[in-house]
């Protein structure tokens, strides 16, 4: 592109949720790194709250779409057409919500009056919901990857796990076939790895009920990381800190449980992406993960 | 009817299944077929002409009856709703295998039993709770109804049970069929067993087992959309304070964190949702993740700017009162307007 035809950096909202600015920060870090790079410019929303996960759409239906209302209002006051997520569960929250809100006219008009009376903004319905991955594995968006992931990933062989709330309930969702989904696919390919394909990718990872039925999840969690092993996987991807979080985290009661040993490193989007566009130590902070990251950086170094 | 009209010549694979012999194989077909056939229309020919020992359940033919359960390419489907043109057309020879999540009888014939006990758990009647017989016809408005029209839609075809992550896991979970059936008694004005109804579903194997996978409401045929089912279950055994369970818990634990601080506090999620005994009995682990800086200190604890506005909209909710299942019903009206 001409240097004068350059638009500038494309701003947008950027919602981060709970996982990412606690546990596991090392993706809200990695994010921010790579955001520029990729010609986004995040909005940061310093008002808003959590999204309710699964659990207050369960337990408070009413207050789950008044704060999604909420968080999508400050987009909106931002001056932003589209919010950016970094989460599989945030997305589904927020866009399952956004479609109630922008196709009930009465259901919006009561839950603004709602954010009025505590002096919040209300929300018109001018803001798309957009996962980090859709962003980058399309497009424009794309361009700008295969830009950026320079130093590339020398041919790593790596698991896409795209868990569920990114691809289930399609009709909600609706950028992967839900059966036969391609954007990690092509952001793997853009960084120079190679994708490896195992049944489990679209499955889940067993993070919703980890704490309430931690045998039930870890009955779910070991199906992707068996068969990415099985498959010779350097590392797997995921564009869900949820997934990241059990993945990476319980993989050591996998071990445990089983008597086998997995070490398989876990990475999120941005994380694979910042390898692949050379990011500091100090933006990808591997440091924070349980499983250690060294021999995928050391064959990447090789 | 065949010989009249554009014909199709359909190629597709069928996992065969004999159990007198036990090994399972992927036989190819290959059919010429009317151009409107079903999948169903092609096995029917593939049984007609082929092989009449292929096995497979049908009925209706049209959506309704609910047997034609089986698999094409991993997904389940029923056979009797797949037209056939469009995936010859796109050059795919389509795998056609039966149902996971129950055994296999032959070929594609799965063994229905686990799910008719489960949905017997559900005690699948009304139960009005009279001593006797009322004189009169009790009538219901149609507004009565409307929360459980989606529920009410299903054929008990097993689709949504085919490809459920929890009962993939735990064979023992109710499942989505079940508690779907579970949502439309519950939700019935006609049923006077709610609350027993609510702690009978809130077991081990129950509501709180599902982990949220959508695979259910991806498969569903009928736009039953069970794992909304379930939320609306949830926020039902909440709202009567049917909350003991862990994943209740749990799921408490979230709004009372957005009503106090805006987000998660992550760290006392665990002993809120596991108990105290539990959370001991974790420590090593949880050791382990404080390493890693994966246990974030709760104090000071994470306050979103603004969070009083949070606060008053969680109190102005409570008292506009659309709590339970109500509040999760107001939603579908927009949410008819998606294409299933
Ligand atoms: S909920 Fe849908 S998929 Fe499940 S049994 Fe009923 S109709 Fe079939
Ligand atoms: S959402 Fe729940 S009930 Fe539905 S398929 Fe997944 S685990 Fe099963
Ligand atoms: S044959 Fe009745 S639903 Fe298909």
């Known amino acids: ?302 | 009817m065949r010989g009249k009209g554009a014909e199709l010549q359909v190629k597709l694979r069928i996992q065969r299944f004999d159990p007198a012999v036990g090994d399972r194989r992927l036989v190819p077909y290959d059919v010429e077929v009317p151009e409107w056939a079903t999948l169903l229309d092609v096995l029917d020919i593939v049984k007609d002409t082929v092989d009449g020992s292929l096995s497979f359940r049908k009925s209706c033919r049209m959506m309704i009856c609910g047997s034609c359960g089986m698999r094409m390419d991993g997904r389940a489907i029923l056979a009797c709703r797949e037209r056939m043109k469009p995936i010859v057309n796109a050059g795919h020879v389509p795998t056609i295998s039966p149902m996971g999540n129950m055994p296999i009888i032959k070929d594609l014939v799965v063994d229905m039993g686990p799910f008719w006990q489960k949905i017997r758990q559900m005690k699948p009647w009304l139960d009005p709770g009279l001593a006797e017989s009322p004189e009169k016809e009790n009538l219901h408005s149609q507004a009565a109804m409307e929360p459980i029209q989606k529920e009410a839609l299903c054929v008990m075809c097993g689709c949504c049970v085919s490809e459920c992550n929890s009962m993939e896991s735990d064979p023992e979970f109710l499942g989505p069929a079940a508690l779907a059936k579970g949502f439309r008694l519950v939700g019935d004005p006609r049923d006077a067993k709610g609350i027993e109804r609510l702690e009978g579903y809130s077991g081990e194997h129950g509501i709180w087992d599902c982990t949220r996978c959508y695979f259910c409401n991806e498969r569903c045929p009928k736009g039953v959309d069970p794992r909304d089912a379930i939320a609306k279950l949830g926020a039902e055994a909440i709202g009567q304070g049917i909350d003991r369970d862990p994943g209740a818990r749990h799921a408490n634990w979230f709004v009372h964190s957005a009503k106090t601080t805006g987000w998660l506090r992550e760290t006392e999620l665990v002993p809120k949702t596991q108990g105290l005994v539990e959370t001991i009995k974790q420590t090593k682990f949880a050791l382990s993740l404080a390493r890693r800086g994966k246990v974030p200190t709760p104090f000071p604890p994470h306050v979103a700017k603004d969070v009083n506005e949070s606060r008053s909209l969680y109190d102005i909710v409570k008292k506009q009162g659309r709590s339970g299942a109500a509040g999760i019903v107001q939603g579908e009206k927009a949410l008819r307007k998606l294409e299933h």
């Open chain 1, 1 to 302: 592109m001409l240097a004068d035809q350059d638009p500038g950096p494309r701003r947008v909202a950027y919602y981060k949720g709970c996982l990412a600015s606690l546990s596991t920060k090392e993706l809200d870090i990695s994010t921010r790194a790579l955001a520029p790079k990729l010609g986004l410019e995040l909005a940061e929303l310093e008002s808003v709250t959590c999204c309710g996960a699964g659990d207050i759409h369960e337990a408070e239906p009413d207050y789950y779409l008044h704060l999604n209302a909420r968080i999508l209002a400050y987009a909106q006051a931002e001056g932003c057409d589209t919010l950016m997520t970094i989460c599989n569960v945030c997305t589904l929250n927020l866009r399952q919500a956004d479609f109630q809100l922008k196709n009930d006219e009465h259901l919006r008009s009561r839950i603004n009056e709602n954010l009025e009376t505590v002096g919040a903004p209300p929300y018109s319905g001018s803001v798309d919901v957009q996962h980090f991955l859709w962003m980058i594995a399309e497009g424009e968006g794309y361009e700008k990857l295969k830009e950026v992931a320079h130093r590339g990933l020398k041919g790593l062989k790596i698991a896409p796990f795209y868990g569920c709330q990114i691809l289930r309930p399609s009709k909600l969702l609706g950028v992967d076939d839900p059966d036969a989904p391609h954007t990690l696919e092509a952001v793997i390919d853009a960084c120079g790895g190679k994708a490896i394909d195992y049944p489990a990718k679209v499955k889940c990872c067993g993070f919703p009920i980890i704490q309430a039925r931690e045998d039930v999840a870890l009955g779910e969690l070991i199906q992707p990381i068996e068969q990415a092993m099985e498959r010779g996987a350097d590392a797997m991807v995921t564009p869900c800190p949820l997934c990241h979080l059990s993945l990476d985290a319980w993989q050591q009661k996998l071990e445990k449980q089983t008597g086998r040993t997995f070490d398989m490193p876990i990475m999120h989007l941005s994380q694979l992406v910042g390898v692949a566009a050379g990011l500091a130590d100090s933006e990808l902070k591997f440091k924070r993960h349980v499983v250690s990251m060294q021999p995928v950086l050391d064959k990447i170094e090789a």
